[in-house]
């Protein structure tokens, strides 16, 4: 089975600095997918960044980028120039190559001080 | 906005009443998910379609039944409802059946459902 756990469940941020939010997964599969999703307080599921597990190159999305640790299943997102808009519930989530949906870690609340 | 629509919004119910939710994939995807949010549970999934047929079942309770009709859209049916079935309520879909490059599941913007 695969499971997501996300260590912090709170996290803070000054505007304008570098923030990183951990993630540990553990999966069977041989071919599997990582995700971050932010939902803000409206409560949309918004894609931030997907990696695949074969690549070892870094994914990277404007100022979001991941730290992809294959061998210690370690998955952190980093967040570069924060901004206020940032604020949100981050979310990791994984995807076998066998199984479409997404099994989710319990979340990340980040606040984004001015 | 990811091109996935739900309905309704807000759904407010008594407790041991029928209630369906509606999602619309995006254009030219054959995939949907169901999943709920609750306090307790966290984001958890219930059930996929493919292409009308159902593919893969997560943590659905009996009295939670889905549908995907030709259209490809999807309906979730929630019956004798308990105030533990409040929740949000996403819809997500996706080009293929599983995971893969071209799957990225986008998702719809909820339905929240309160039972009381």
């Known amino acids: 089975a695969q499971t997501v756990t996300q260590s912090q469940p709170e996290m803070s941020v000054q505007e304008a600095e570098t923030v990183t939010l951990s993630c540990t997964y553990d999966?069977?599969?041989?071919?599997?997918?990582l995700f971050w999703y932010k939902q803000p307080p409206s409560r949309q599921m918004i894609l931030v960044i997907r990696?695949?597990?074969?690549?070892?190159q870094n994914a990277t999305e404007n100022r979001f980028s991941v730290n992809f640790q294959k061998a210690a299943k370690s998955f952190s997102l980093k967040i570069s120039d924060s901004q206020l808009g940032d604020a949100a519930m981050y979310f990791c989530?994984?995807?076998?190559?066998?199984?479409?949906?997404?099994?989710f870690g319990k979340g990340t609340k980040l606040s984004v001080k001015p | 906005d990811s091109g996935v629509t739900q309905t309704p919004k807000h759904l407010i119910t008594a407790t041991g009443q029928r209630v369906t939710l509606r999602c619309s994939p995006r254009s030219g995807d054959l995939s949907v998910y169901w999943y709920q949010q609750s306090l307790d549970q966290g984001l958890q999934f219930l059930i996929q379609y493919y292409n009308g047929e159902e593919r893969a079942k997560g943590n659905i309770l009996e009295r939670f039944s889905a549908q995907q009709f030709p259209d490809l859209h999807s309906e979730l049916n929630l019956s004798s409802l308990e105030l533990g079935d409040s929740a949000l309520y996403f819809c997500?879909?996706?080009?293929?059946?599983?995971?893969?490059?071209?799957?990225?599941?986008?998702f719809g913007p909820g339905t929240r459902l309160t039972v009381l």
């Open positions: 999966t069977s599969e041989s071919d599997y997918y």
């Open positions: 997500a879909s996706s080009a293929g059946p599983s995971g893969g490059s071209t799957d990225t599941q986008y």
């Open positions: 989530a994984s995807q076998g190559g066998s199984q479409g949906n997404l099994i």
């Open positions: 990696q695949e597990a074969y690549k070892q």
